[in-house]
T-cell receptor
Framework: AQSVTQLGSHVSVSEGALVLLRCNYSSSVPPYLFWYVQYPNQGLQLLLKYTTGATLVKGINGFEAEFKKSETSFHLTKPSAHMSDAAEYFCAVSALSGGYNKLIFGAGTRLAVHP | SAVISQKPSRDICQRGTSLTIQCQVDSQVTMMFWYRQQPGQSLTLIATANQGSEATYESGFVIDKFPISRPNLTFSTLTVSNMSPEDSSIYLC???????????FGSGTRLTVV
């Protein structure tokens, strides 16, 4: 069965610093992986996804993630944090179940950005 | 991507009552998904709704508590029945609008049961 583990429920960085949010997955088949962001009192917005092809995936708002099969990881990075990046971030894996694909979410990482 | 309208955006309900949440998509989609996000928690899939058939529920969720309708390819409802304070959560609908893992989410319904 597929699962996702996000290391660190809270991450705090300074504005302009590197953002690194960690995600490890478990999957018996080639995984499809996703990062979503949730701003306060809002729904989820897709940042990026990996399905096939290039293992370095670029997303919106300057975020990118690299699929590393050998490490079963899909960490999210951004070179320079902005105050507006403060939000909850969820890593997810697509799991085939009952003939359809569904998303399995990690516990989430709350990113704080301070001046 | 698809645009999802979810109503109501929030509600405060008395225990023992029921609330029906609506999800409208601006394009036809095969599957619609309903999630629950308890306070400070991640998202948990409640059920998957396929037009023309009964919804498929995840472990721990039952139809009597969370009946779902899917009358056409652009609309679905989730009812939270006989509510208790433990049902206080954000409920979100989602679709795979592209059929290629383009999962899009509604803005959610923030439910408080008192």
């Amino acid at each position: 069965a597929q699962s996702v583990t996000q290391l660190g429920s809270h991450v705090s960085v300074s504005e302009g610093a590197l953002v690194l949010l960690r995600c490890n997955y478990s999957s018996s088949v080639p995984p499809y992986l996703f990062w979503y962001v949730q701003y306060p009192n809002q729904g989820l917005q897709l940042l990026l996804k990996y399905t096939t092809g290039a293992t370095l995936v670029k997303g919106i708002n300057g975020f990118e993630a690299e699929f590393k099969k050998s490490e079963t990881s899909f960490h999210l990075t951004k070179p320079s944090a902005h105050m507006s990046d403060a939000a909850e971030y969820f890593c997810a894996v697509s799991a085939l179940s009952g003939g359809y694909n569904k998303l399995i979410f990690g516990a989430g990482t709350r990113l704080a950005v301070h001046p | 991507s698809a645009v999802i309208s979810q109503k109501p955006s929030r509600d405060i309900c008395q225990r023992g009552t029921s609330l029906t949440i609506q999800c409208q998509v601006d394009s036809q989609v095969t599957m619609m998904f309903w999630y629950r996000q308890q306070p400070g928690q991640s998202l948990t899939l409640i059920a998957t709704a396929n037009q023309g058939s009964e919804a498929t529920y995840e472990s721990g969720f039952v139809i009597d508590k969370f009946p779902i309708s899917r009358p056409n390819l652009t609309f679905s409802t989730l009812t939270v029945s006989n509510m208790s304070p433990e049902d206080s959560s954000i409920y979100l609908c989602s679709v795979d609008w592209s059929g290629r893992y383009g999962y899009t989410f509604g803005s959610g319904t923030r439910l408080t049961v008192v």
